[in-house]
T-cell receptor, first 113, second 114 residues
Framework: AQSVTQPDIHITVSEGASLELRCNYSYGATPYLFWYVQSPGQGLQLLLKYFSGDTLVQGIKGFEAEFKRSQSSFNLRKPSVHWSDAAEYFCAVGASGYSTLTFGKGTMLLVSP | NAGVTQTPKFQVLKTGQSMTLQCAQDMNHNSMYWYRQDPGMGLRLIYYSASEGTTDKGEVPNGYNVSRLNKREFSLRLESAAPSQTSVYFC?????????????FGNGTRLTVT
């Protein structure tokens, strides 16, 4: 079965500093990988996705993620964090043969002044 | 741009009461989903409908029923609410099977069962 691990429950970053949120997945073949963001009181919004091709993918709001097959990782990065980026971030994996996505438990990002 | 609309936004029930959560999407998507979100548990799939006329159980279906009323609407019913069903419920839709199609989420229904 596929699984997703987000090792960090909470992360605090200073405004203007860089950000990296970790995501590790478990699946034998090439997965379909997603990052979602959830602002307080809102539903989840897609930030970016990886299906194939270039392993560095760009998303909305200045986010990017890099797929590393050798490490089974799909870490989310942003060069300079803004206060409005404070939210919960979810990594998700999908795979051919499975009907639904599997979500990680999420990482809460706090941005300090 | 309505996207995925969920009603109600908030609901308080007493143990044993029933209710139906409504969800509608206007993106002509084929697949629809119901998730629940609990602190520290992430999102867990309750039921999904891959296409109109079909429904399947997800990870945590016990205590719930669903109806895919038509292509646009997918409702979730709690027949006899229990405190363990206190949660935030999200409806989502996707163009096709979600493993390769992004999910579009509603803003959630916050349910408290006392």
């Amino acid at each position: 079965a596929q699984s997703v691990t987000q090792p960090d429950i909470h992360i605090t970053v200073s405004e203007g500093a860089s950000l990296e949120l970790r995501c590790n997945y478990s699946y034998g073949a090439t997965p379909y990988l997603f990052w979602y963001v959830q602002s307080p009181g809102q539903g989840l919004q897609l930030l970016l996705k990886y299906f194939s091709g270039d392993t560095l993918v760009q998303g909305i709001k200045g986010f990017e993620a890099e797929f590393k097959r050798s490490q089974s990782s799909f870490n989310l990065r942003k060069p300079s964090v803004h206060w409005s980026d404070a939210a919960e971030y979810f990594c998700a994996v999908g795979a051919s043969g499975y009907s639904t996505l599997t979500f990680g438990k999420g990482t809460m990002l706090l941005v300090s002044p | 741009n309505a996207g995925v609309t969920q009603t109600p936004k908030f609901q308080v029930l007493k143990t044993g009461q029933s209710m139906t959560l409504q969800c509608a999407q206007d993106m002509n998507h084929n697949s629809m989903y119901w998730y629940r979100q609990d602190p520290g548990m992430g999102l867990r799939l309750i039921y999904y409908s891959a296409s109109e006329g079909t429904t399947d159980k997800g990870e945590v279906p016990n205590g719930y029923n669903v109806s895919r009323l038509n292509k646009r609407e997918f409702s979730l019913r709690l027949e006899s609410a229990a405190p363990s069903q206190t949660s935030v419920y999200f409806c989502a839709s996707s163009d096709r099977g979600s493993y390769n199609s992004p999910l579009h989420f509603g803003n959630g229904t916050r349910l408290t069962v006392t």
